[in-house]
């Protein structure tokens, strides 16, 4: 079956956008652009993000340019609070991986074999430069730091002052309605 002219097809579904034009923004629906972001994208990006604490890697992950990135991160707040929790969470593990390292230190061996499989050399090699990793940490503290700061102010850990309150006084509505119940 042929679609109408005017009959959308399957995928090509219209969004909803802001359009910015003679000073005055108003709604406007269109087609979604093929080189945007998917859920995918997004995805892909943060978990990349998350594990190196880098946007150009990240971006360069799913085929998009540093800049769209922070451009979207600036336009976007949920992406702009998914990509701290991204940086938090590598931050984080960056960190566990320094004091890792600090407290037991690591060791590799390399092992070499002759053409008959017998056992040529064996070299252990202890440790690895942290130049890199030292240098994230101190790049991302401050941001880090504010970051982390938010999300206990916010409520949003299960641990905070605020959630706690808000489960005691659920709990104790939960009383009040069984006393008054009679149960």
Same mark, same amino acid.
């Given at each position: 079956m042929v679609a109408d002219e005017g009959e959308e097809q399957a995928g090509d579904a219209l969004v909803a956008q802001r359009q910015a034009a003679g000073g005055a923004v108003r709604a406007q629906k269109r087609r979604p652009r093929r080189d945007g972001w998917s859920k995918a994208d997004v995805g892909r990006f943060m978990a990349v993000l998350a594990e190196t604490c880098n946007a150009s890697e990240a @971006? %360069? /992950?799913? +085929?998009?340019? %540093? /800049?769209? @990135?922070? #451009? %979207? !991160?600036?336009? #976007?707040? @949920?992406? +702009? !609070? /998914?990509? #701290? /929790?991204?940086? #938090?969470? +590598?931050? @984080?593990?960056?960190e566990a991986m320094l004091m890792r390292e600090v407290l037991f230190g690591s060791e590799t061996e390399e092992i070499t074999l002759d053409g008959e499989g017998v056992v040529k050399a064996r070299k252990v090699k202890r440790g690895r430069n942290l130049a890199i990793a030292l240098r994230l940490l101190s790049f991302h503290h401050d941001r880090v730091l504010k970051i982390r700061a938010a999300n206990d102010a916010g409520g949003d850990r299960p641990d905070s002052p605020d959630a706690v309150a808000r489960v005691r006084r659920a709990l104790e509505e939960i009383r009040r309605r069984r006393a008054t119940a009679g149960a």
């Amino acid at each position: 079956m042929v679609a109408d002219e005017g009959e959308e097809q399957a995928g090509d579904a219209l969004v909803a956008q802001r359009q910015a034009a003679g000073g005055a923004v108003r709604a406007q629906k269109r087609r979604p652009r093929r080189d945007g972001w998917s859920k995918a994208d997004v995805g892909r990006f943060m978990a990349v993000l998350a594990e190196t604490c880098n946007a150009s890697e990240a @971006a %360069r /992950a799913v +085929g998009k340019c %540093r /800049a769209g @990135a922070y #451009d %979207r !991160r600036r336009r #976007d707040p @949920a992406f +702009g !609070r /998914a990509w #701290d /929790a991204a940086l #938090d969470m +590598g931050y @984080a593990e960056i960190e566990a991986m320094l004091m890792r390292e600090v407290l037991f230190g690591s060791e590799t061996e390399e092992i070499t074999l002759d053409g008959e499989g017998v056992v040529k050399a064996r070299k252990v090699k202890r440790g690895r430069n942290l130049a890199i990793a030292l240098r994230l940490l101190s790049f991302h503290h401050d941001r880090v730091l504010k970051i982390r700061a938010a999300n206990d102010a916010g409520g949003d850990r299960p641990d905070s002052p605020d959630a706690v309150a808000r489960v005691r006084r659920a709990l104790e509505e939960i009383r009040r309605r069984r006393a008054t119940a009679g149960a």
